[in-house]
C-alpha cells in the first residue's frame, strides 16, 4: 500500500522520465478526447471534484494511471494507492480505517486507486464493496483488461467504465518533444537532439504505448555519448533503445500494402493475402494491426454469410496475444484463408450504417407500450404492457408483432445475401413473411 505523493513534484532524479513527466492538470494530460476533452463527463467530474467509482480500462501505457496523478492533483481529497498483485485485504481494512478517519475528523474523502484491479478474487473485492457503496472511498481501478469478464460483477455493476484507447501517433510525438525540451522534469538540460526519421519510428514502433516512447528515449539518451556538448539521436540508435526494427519500406508503400491486404481479404484471394500480410510482417508491421484488420473485416466482407470467419479471427488474435510470434503467424494465417475463402456480403455493415443514420436524426418515436420495462412494482400504474407476446409461447417461438416505434413500422434495414449462411436466414423471413 502507497500512500499517494502525488501533490508532490515528480522530479526526483532516479524516477524514469515516464514517472517524472506525468502531467499535473487536465490541460497537461495528453490524449483520451473522447473521454476527456472539453465538455465530457469525466473532465466535468473531475473539475468538480465529484468523480464517484471508476474502473480505468485500455492497453498498457496510454494514460490510466496519468489521469489518476492528474485527478490527485486537482481533488482535495487523500489518495491511496494499492496493487491487486500485493494487496490483500487486510491492506483493504487498513485504509478503509484510514478513510474513516479522514471522513470523520477533517471531512475530507479518500480515492483508492487500485492498479491491476482484475487481479482481485471475489474476496478481496467484496471486503471493499460497503465502503464504496456508502462513499466511504471513491474507487478507481485501473487494468488492461476488459472488466466485464474478468472482474467480479459487483464491483463493476458499483462503477462507471471509462474505455481508453492507444494514443495516436500525434499524442506520442507530443509527449516525446516535451520530455526532450523540458529543463526540470524531462531531458532539456542535457541538450538533446533527435533526427526527425528517430522521431518518427518511436511514434510508430510504441503502438499508442506513450510509456514505451518515453523509456526508449530516456534509455537512448543515457546511452549515447555526447559529442561536442550534444546528445545526438539517429535512427539506429532509436531501433536498437526500442528493440523494433524500423520499417522497411517508406510511409506510401506501407499503407500501400495495408490496402492490398484488405481488398485481397475482400476479394478471396487467399494467395495474395498471405503474400502482403507476410510483406507487411518482414517490412516490420505490428501483427496487431493486421489481426484488427482481419477482425473488421470478418464482419464487413463476410458477416453472417459465414460467422466462423469472426471466431476464428478474434481466436488468432488471442493467440497473438498468448504465445505471441512467430507462432501465431500459423493462427493469423488459418483466419486469413477462412476469410478469403468464405462466401462474401456486406449486408452486416450496410444493416447497421442504415440503422446508424436513422438513430442519429433523433426522431424515433416512443418504446411501444408492449415492449416497455415490466420488471418493478406498479408498472402497470405507468405502462400497459399487456399487449406483449412471448414468443416462446408460440409454435416455432416466433409470432408476429411490432417492434418498432411509431414511424418506423416499415424501415428494413438487415438485407440477407443469397449465399452461404444467409441464404438460409433469408429462407426464415420468407417463412414468417
Not at 499524442?171 to 526540470?184: P, T
Request: with cysteine.
Amino acid at each position: 500500500m502507497t500512500l499517494f505523493d502525488f501533490n508532490t513534484q515528480n522530479n526526483t532524479s532516479n524516477q524514469p522520465l515516464a514517472d517524472r513527466m506525468r502531467p499535473k492538470s487536465l490541460d497537461e494530460f495528453i490524449g483520451q478526447d473522447h473521454i476527456v476533452g472539453p465538455g465530457k463527463l469525466l473532465r466535468r467530474a473531475i473539475v468538480a471534484d465529484k468523480l464517484s467509482s471508476s474502473i480505468f480500462y485500455g492497453p498498457p501505457g496510454c494514460g490510466k494511471t496519468s489521469l489518476a496523478f492528474v485527478i490527485a492533483q486537482m481533488t482535495k481529497a487523500d489518495f491511496v494507492r494499492m496493487n491487486a498483485v500485493t494487496s490483500g485485504v487486510s491492506e483493504v481494512r487498513e485504509v478503509l480505517k484510514q478513510a474513516q478517519d479522514n471522513r470523520m475528523m477533517y471531512g475530507k474523502a479518500t480515492y483508492l486507486l487500485l492498479d491491476e484491479c482484475h487481479r482481485w478474487n471475489k474476496a478481496q473485492s467484496d471486503s471493499i464493496l460497503p465502503a464504496i457503496e456508502e462513499g466511504l472511498i471513491r474507487f478507481i481501478g485501473s487494468t488492461t483488461e476488459n472488466p466485464m469478464i474478468a472482474m467480479t460483477p459487483a464491483i463493476v455493476s458499483r462503477c462507471r467504465l471509462f474505455a481508453f484507447e492507444p494514443l495516436r501517433e500525434q499524442d506520442i510525438e507530443i509527449a516525446l518533444l516535451r520530455a526532450i525540451g523540458d529543463e526540470v522534469n524531462g531531458l532539456g538540460a542535457m541538450n538533446v537532439r533527435v533526427d526527425e526519421k528517430a522521431l518518427r519510428h518511436w511514434m510508430r514502433a510504441s503502438s499508442g504505448d506513450i510509456r514505451m516512447a518515453l523509456n526508449a528515449l530516456e534509455l537512448a539518451a543515457l546511452t549515447t555519448p555526447t559529442v561536442a556538448g550534444e546528445i545526438h539521436i539517429d535512427l539506429s540508435i532509436a531501433e536498437d533503445s526500442i528493440q523494433k526494427p524500423v520499417i522497411k519500406v517508406d510511409e506510401s508503400l506501407y499503407y500501400d500494402m495495408l490496402s492490398a491486404f484488405c481488398k485481397s481479404l475482400r476479394g478471396s484471394d487467399s494467395d495474395a493475402a498471405l503474400l502482403w500480410c507476410a510483406r507487411l510482417l518482414y517490412a516490420g508491421c505490428d501483427p496487431r494491426l493486421i489481426s484488427r484488420r482481419m477482425i473488421a473485416h470478418a464482419s464487413e466482407d463476410v458477416g453472417l454469410a459465414n460467422p466462423q470467419a469472426m471466431l476464428l479471427s478474434v481466436a488468432a488474435a488471442q493467440a497473438l496475444q498468448l504465445i505471441g510470434m512467430p507462432e501465431a503467424r500459423l493462427s493469423l494465417t488459418q483466419a486469413i484463408i477462412s476469410i478469403c475463402e468464405s462466401e462474401k456480403s456486406n449486408s452486416v455493415v450496410e444493416a447497421m450504417t442504415m440503422a446508424k443514420l436513422d438513430a442519429e436524426q433523433g426522431q424515433l418515436g416512443a418504446v411501444p407500450q408492449h415492449l416497455r420495462d415490466a420488471h418493478y412494482a406498479g408498472h402497470q400504474r405507468i405502462n400497459d404492457t399487456s399487449g406483449y407476446l412471448y414468443p416462446h409461447h408460440y409454435p416455432g417461438h416466433y409470432v408476429e408483432q411490432c417492434y418498432m416505434p411509431q414511424g418506423f413500422e416499415d424501415r428494413i434495414y438487415y438485407h440477407p445475401g443469397n449465399l452461404g449462411e444467409e441464404a438460409k436466414i433469408q429462407k426464415k423471413k420468407d417463412q414468417h413473411g
